[in-house]
């Protein structure tokens, strides 16, 4: 399996964000994946850089006026007075308003959706070039490969069209999928990240051409709280195309499996020509944002079960936060997943 990478994802290196009201140190931080990639190397992976591709395929997902706020709300931004070091919105719309404003706080409430998405000088191209290193994997599968490895960082999965949030601003896998529709009638994204993944739910809700399904932490208690939930199966045409399966606190790997078949079961009924993964590494029963037991043995069962599915496959990088295990569980799920090829 060729593994997609580039070195820039550390111009993205934000301080702090709010936790139950207290400031804390961002675990979306850049040792997360030099972590991840020394492991990589030293398993002997073959590591590509990113090409770039332009942004036609990121707009294809991301309408133009998100775009250009996050590459050039920064230059608002700094000649604030008294302004912190990056952007974080002190106030939202919420549920009662819809209005867009021109100015830089009011357009930071608009786009984005909590303060763990700060936005830095380099928060544009470190995101910029995630998206790009999905896109190269993706078209690398395009190509024939029967799988790829995508090691994306910021991660994508929370940040909807035009909506930043939880460490995310452009959605790699989503930006991954519509490119790999040029050349498919029907992809399915399968998201194993311990979040549900509302941001790729919010973008393909209504399509019938994109299968969602989610594996992740009860949301009524957790992280994104206000989706995730069963009842949420699509709407219009994408009714019946989007699959939520919500697990309680502490689930470990047994039910864990039994859950996984059950998506996989839904995937192998839609009959897609390519099959996406966002894996998070954060379902590991010690990642300090995690909620589920899933031990390392565990990951290696998720591999496995998921590298029996005969479609080509794009694995992309989602979340995981530092942990003693993050390395060995990354290096499970592949192992488990070429074993089953
Ligand atoms: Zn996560």
Same mark, same amino acid.
């Given at each position: 399996m060729k593994v997609v990478f580039t070195p820039?994802?550390?111009?993205h290196n934000p301080e702090f964000f709010v936790l139950a009201g207290q400031f804390s %140190?961002? %675990?979306?931080?850049?040792d997360r994946v030099h972590r991840l990639i020394s492991a990589i190397n030293g398993a002997g992976y073959e590591v590509l850089p990113p090409k770039d591709r332009g942004l036609d395929a990121i707009g294809a997902v991301h309408p133009s006026d998100y775009l250009e706020f996050l590459q050039h709300g920064f230059t608002e931004w700094?000649?604030?007075?008294?302004?912190? %070091?990056a952007i974080i919105p002190n106030t939202h719309p919420g549920r009662y308003m819809t209005r867009r404003p021109e100015t830089i706080i009011g357009k930071a409430g608009y786009y984005?959706?909590?303060?763990?998405c700060p936005i830095l000088p380099g928060t544009w191209g470190a995101a910029v070039a995630s998206a790009q290193t999905a896109l190269t994997a993706a078209n690398l599968v395009l190509n024939g490969a029967h799988e790829a490895y995508a090691l994306c960082?910021?991660?994508?999965?929370?940040?909807?069209s035009d909506q930043a949030g939880g460490f995310c601003f452009l959605n790699n896998i989503a930006i991954a999928s519509q490119e790999m529709r040029r050349r498919a009638d029907r992809v399915a994204i399968l998201d194993v990240d311990v979040h549900h993944g509302n941001g790729t739910q919010g973008i393909f809700?209504?399509?019938?051409?994109i299968l969602f399904c989610s594996l992740h932490g009860?949301?009524?208690?957790?992280?994104?709280?206000?989706a995730g939930y069963v009842?949420?199966?699509?709407?219009?045409?994408?009714?019946?195309?989007n699959l939520n399966i919500p697990l309680a606190p502490g689930t470990g790997d047994d039910a864990y499996m039994v859950a996984l078949g059950v998506a996989l079961e839904a995937i192998e009924a839609f009959k897609p020509e390519y099959l996406l993964i966002s894996l998070?590494?954060?379902?590991?029963?010690?990642? %300090?944002?995690?909620?589920l037991s899933i031990t390392t043995n565990g990951f290696y069962r998720m591999g496995r079960m998921i590298g029996a599915v005969v479609q080509p496959t794009l694995i992309v990088q989602e979340g995981g936060y530092l942990c003693e295990e993050i390395e060995a569980n990354l290096l499970a799920f592949l192992g488990g997943f070429e074993e089953a090829r």
């Open positions: 820039s994802h550390v111009d %140190p961002s %675990p979306e931080c850049p700094k000649i604030l007075a008294n302004r912190g %070091p984005m959706g909590d303060t763990a960082r910021p991660p994508g999965h929370h940040a909807y809700y209504d399509r019938e051409d009860d949301p009524s208690g957790f992280y994104p709280y206000y009842d949420e199966k699509g709407a219009g045409k994408g009714l019946g195309y998070g590494l954060d379902a590991q029963e010690n990642d %300090p944002l995690g909620i």
